[in-house]
């Protein structure tokens, strides 16, 4: 892995342009999206203060993540015993009583399983997200210098602020109690997809799909979120601007949940998320503080 290149030479670096991702197709703009995600990893290697910085969020998401996976399952128990039914056998008797107590054992059964596997589903969706979720908290800081040592990579220039306490403390107020809102509508909508998931058949079909869908979207915007604070973009902002663009965050979403499944990557999804910022901001397609040299250069202009 090459060093990381000094400040003073940063400007020699700046020779990565972006296409504009809005003038591609639905699929085009979707497969652009999860490369976005895939990218990060590629970008961190190459970069061996990127890596460095790396190394303690992916020990942190480790242990978040197993953390939050255990106490699931401690309510499994309890979720799946919603779905028990009594189902004692009559006093009538007859071929058509034991017709209908085979049919409503049957029955039981089945709800008793279709309930276990939404209830496993829950459980891994709501663990990986309370840990991305947790872990941008805890790791926020350094998540920061890895979002901004990518863009000063990409950009050719230091997109550092001042220091000062008095932002610091009042930065992260303000965004811990955003991360606390997000969390809250991330899980009102996934407990109205599981409620509908309990639907016999076309119910199950829906939840599931609905529920890989609201988890990309919201996955894209906790990944994205330290690109757009550092670019000043408001709470409600940043949720409009991603879902603004669906298609590509939802192929950053999909790839990221992906490479989720292997809970070291979330430090190179930072990465990768903050190359797709300033992708869509080249073209003044994302809210930023770009300044009109810095989107020549990133965009392939006639």
């Known amino acids: 892995m090459p060093d990381a290149v000094p400040s003073p030479m940063l400007s020699r ?7 504009d991702l809005t003038e591609q197709g639905v699929l085009a703009r979707f497969f652009a999206g999860a490369g976005f995600a895939f990218s990060g990893i590629g970008f961190t290697l190459k970069h061996r203060r990127l890596f460095q910085l790396a190394l303690i969020p992916i020990a942190v998401n480790i242990v978040l993540f197993i953390g939050m996976v ?3 399952f401690s309510f499994y128990d309890t979720i799946v015993g919603w779905a028990a039914v009594d189902v004692s056998p009559s006093s009538d008797s007859g071929w058509w009583a034991a017709f209908v107590q085979w049919m409503a054992e049957a029955g039981a059964f089945l709800l008793r399983i279709l309930v276990a596997i939404l209830a496993v589903l829950l459980i891994f969706v709501i663990g990986f997200v309370a840990s991305v979720t947790l872990g941008n908290i805890i790791n926020g800081p350094f998540f920061d210098m890895m979002s901004e040592r990518t863009e ?6 230091s997109v550092a602020e001042p220091f000062t306490w008095a932002s610091f403390a009042q930065d992260m107020g303000q965004e811990l109690a955003l991360t606390l809102v997000r969390l809250a509508i991330y899980l009102i909508g996934v407990v109205a997809i599981f409620v509908v998931g309990l639907v016999p ?4 079909l829906i939840g599931s799909a609905a529920g890989s869908l609201w988890s990309w979207m919201f996955l894209a915007v906790e990944l994205k979120n330290a690109s757009l604070a550092r670019h000043k973009v408001r709470g409600t902002e940043r ?3 991603v879902f603004q663009h669906k298609a590509t965050h ?4 999909a790839a990221s949940w992906l490479m989720m499944f292997v809970p ?3 430090p190179f999804l930072v990465v990768g998320a903050t190359r797709h910022h300033l992708a869509l901001a080249a073209y003044g397609h994302a809210p930023s503080l770009l300044q009109d040299e810095d989107r020549q250069k990133l965009a392939q202009l006639a």
């Open 70 to 72: 255990w106490l699931g």
């Open 152 to 157: 000063e990579l990409v950009l050719g220039r």
């Open 13 to 19: 670096m700046a020779n990565e342009t972006f296409q």
């Open 250 to 253: 939802l192929g950053f979403g």
């Open 264 to 266: 070291i990557t979330m």
């Open 239 to 241: 949720v409009h601007h």
């Open 201 to 204: 058949g076309i119910g199950s």
